[in-house]
C-alpha cells in the first residue's frame, strides 16, 4: 500500500444522542490513542448533509436512473418504503436496512404498487431494497424534510409543503389502506418482520462529494464499492497512490433505536478490525493521514497523523461516546 494514502472513515451516528441514556465506560484504547494524536475540528452537520457530502455527487434521481436504465428526463421523485405505528405523541417512522427488506419483497411491492396506480400512471423502481425510485407523468412539485431527518418520529409537524403536497397527502394515505393488512405484509409477519405499510416521499437531493473512491454499506451510495469488513481487507485492495474514504451508517441504526448494547458492541468491532489495524498502519507509515468523521450538533472532522513525538501533553479523557 501507498505511504501517500489519504483514509477518511465517515461515521454518521458515531456519537451518541441520547443524553439520558447513560452509557457503560469504553475500554477503546486504539480509538483514545487516534484521538491523542489527531486534531478535532468541529463541523456541525445534520445527516441529510453529511450523506450528500460524501455518498454522491449531483442528483441522485440521476444517478438512480441511470442506474435503472431509465430516461433521465422523465419526472421521478425518491420514494422510501416505510413501517409506521403510532404512539402516544408521535408516529414511529422505521426504514432503511431495520426492515429486513430483500430484493424479492421490494419487487413484489413495487409490483403490487404499479397494479394500484396504474391509472395514474406511476411506476414503482427498486433501486436499492428499502429505498425506491417513482415516475410519474408530470413533475411533482412538493417539499418534505428527508427521511435521514426524521429520527423515526413523524408528528403533524412533518408534512410536505408546496403545490402538489395536497396529492402527495392523499396518496400516502391511500398507499396505508393498501398495504395494511397485505398478505405480502402478513407474510412478513409470520416471518418476524414488521409491516411495510407506509411510503415515504421527497424530492431529489444534490449530493457534493468530491469524486474519491468511496467504499460504504449505505443504500444511499449508488456508485460505491462494497464495505470491507476490516482494514485488512481493504488493504489488500489498494494498491496505488489515492485518497480513499469508508461510509459506514451502522452507528445510525443503533443511535435512531436508542440501542446502547448495540452502539457498545459496534465500537468493540471497530476498535479491533480497524482503530487498531489503522494505529499500525500510521506507525509503519502505510498511511499518510487518516480522518475521522462524524455528524451532529458536536460533529466535525478528527486528522490524525503520526506524530514525531508522541503527544504526551494532550492528556484527553477517555472516549464517553458523547465527543470526539
Given at each position: 500500500?501507498?505511504?501517500?494514502?489519504?483514509?477518511?472513515?465517515?461515521?454518521?451516528?458515531?456519537?451518541?444522542?441520547?443524553?439520558?441514556?447513560?452509557?457503560?465506560?469504553?475500554?477503546?484504547?486504539?480509538?483514545?490513542?487516534?484521538?491523542?494524536?489527531?486534531?478535532?475540528?468541529p463541523?456541525?452537520?445534520?445527516?441529510?448533509h453529511?450523506?450528500?457530502?460524501?455518498?454522491?455527487?449531483?442528483?441522485?434521481?440521476?444517478?438512480?436512473?441511470?442506474?435503472?436504465?431509465?430516461?433521465?428526463?422523465?419526472?421521478?421523485?425518491?420514494?422510501?418504503?416505510?413501517?409506521?405505528?403510532?404512539?402516544?405523541?408521535?408516529?414511529?417512522?422505521?426504514?432503511?436496512?431495520?426492515?429486513?427488506?430483500?430484493?424479492?419483497?421490494?419487487?413484489?411491492?413495487?409490483?403490487?404498487?404499479n397494479e394500484?396506480?396504474?391509472?395514474?400512471?406511476?411506476?414503482?423502481?427498486?433501486?436499492?431494497?428499502?429505498?425506491?425510485?417513482?415516475?410519474?407523468?408530470?413533475?411533482?412539485?412538493?417539499?418534505?424534510?428527508?427521511?435521514?431527518?426524521?429520527?423515526?418520529?413523524?408528528?403533524?409537524?412533518?408534512?410536505?409543503?408546496?403545490?402538489?403536497?395536497?396529492?402527495?397527502?392523499?396518496?400516502?394515505?391511500?398507499?396505508?389502506?393498501?398495504l395494511?393488512?397485505?398478505?405480502?405484509?402478513?407474510?412478513?409477519?409470520?416471518?418476524?418482520?414488521?409491516?411495510?405499510?407506509?411510503?415515504?416521499f421527497?424530492?431529489?437531493?444534490?449530493?457534493?462529494?468530491?469524486?474519491?473512491?468511496?467504499?460504504?454499506?449505505?443504500?444511499?451510495?449508488?456508485?460505491?464499492?462494497?464495505?470491507?469488513?476490516?482494514?485488512?481487507?481493504?488493504?489488500?485492495?489498494?494498491?496505488?497512490?489515492?485518497?480513499?474514504?469508508?461510509?459506514?451508517?451502522?452507528?445510525?441504526?443503533?443511535?435512531?433505536?436508542?440501542?446502547?448494547?448495540?452502539?457498545?458492541?459496534?465500537?468493540?468491532?471497530?476498535?479491533?478490525?480497524?482503530?487498531?489495524?489503522?494505529?499500525h498502519?500510521?506507525?509503519?507509515?502505510?498511511?499518510?493521514?487518516?480522518?475521522?468523521?462524524?455528524?451532529?450538533?458536536l460533529?466535525?472532522?478528527?486528522?490524525?497523523?503520526?506524530?514525531?513525538?508522541?503527544?504526551?501533553?494532550?492528556?484527553?479523557?477517555?472516549?464517553?461516546?458523547?465527543?470526539l
Amino acid at each position: 500500500m501507498s505511504a501517500n494514502l489519504q483514509l477518511t472513515l465517515a461515521l454518521p451516528g458515531l456519537l451518541w444522542p441520547h443524553r439520558e441514556i447513560s452509557l457503560p465506560a469504553f475500554h477503546l484504547s486504539a480509538l483514545d490513542k487516534l484521538r491523542q494524536w489527531g486534531k478535532f475540528h468541529p463541523r456541525p452537520s445534520s445527516r441529510e448533509h453529511f450523506y450528500r457530502q460524501y455518498l454522491w455527487q449531483g442528483s441522485w434521481l440521476k444517478l438512480a436512473q441511470s442506474q435503472l436504465d431509465l430516461l433521465q428526463h422523465q419526472p421521478s421523485i425518491i420514494a422510501i418504503p416505510t413501517s409506521q405505528q403510532a404512539g402516544l405523541h408521535h408516529i414511529h417512522c422505521r426504514s432503511g436496512r431495520a426492515l429486513a427488506l430483500t430484493q424479492a419483497e421490494a419487487e413484489n411491492f413495487c409490483r403490487v404498487l404499479n397494479e394500484w396506480f396504474a391509472q395514474e400512471n406511476w411506476l414503482f423502481h427498486v433501486v436499492q431494497p428499502d429505498l425506491w425510485l417513482l415516475t410519474t407523468p408530470q413533475a411533482l412539485q412538493f417539499n418534505a424534510p428527508s427521511v435521514l431527518e426524521l429520527n423515526n418520529l413523524l408528528d403533524d409537524t412533518v408534512k410536505p409543503i408546496g403545490r402538489d403536497a395536497p396529492r402527495i397527502l392523499k396518496y400516502q394515505t391511500e398507499l396505508q389502506m393498501l398495504l395494511h393488512q397485505h398478505p405480502l405484509n402478513q407474510t412478513r409477519c409470520v416471518n418476524g418482520k414488521i409491516p411495510i405499510n407506509a411510503i415515504w416521499f421527497e424530492p431529489d437531493m444534490i449530493g457534493n462529494a468530491d469524486g474519491r473512491e468511496l467504499y460504504s454499506n449505505c443504500s444511499w451510495a449508488n456508485a460505491a464499492k462494497p464495505f470491507p469488513p476490516d482494514y485488512a481487507s481493504l488493504s489488500a485492495q489498494i494498491n496505488t497512490q489515492k485518497s480513499v474514504v469508508l461510509f459506514s451508517d451502522d452507528f445510525c441504526h443503533a443511535a435512531i433505536q436508542a440501542d446502547s448494547i448495540a452502539y457498545q458492541h459496534l465500537l468493540q468491532h471497530w476498535e479491533q478490525h480497524w482503530w487498531q489495524p489503522l494505529i499500525h498502519a500510521l506507525k509503519c507509515c502505510q498511511i499518510q493521514q487518516l480522518n475521522i468523521c462524524t455528524d451532529g450538533a458536536l460533529g466535525g472532522l478528527l486528522s490524525v497523523r503520526k506524530p514525531l513525538i508522541s503527544p504526551f501533553w494532550r492528556n484527553k479523557a477517555s472516549f464517553n461516546g458523547m465527543m470526539l
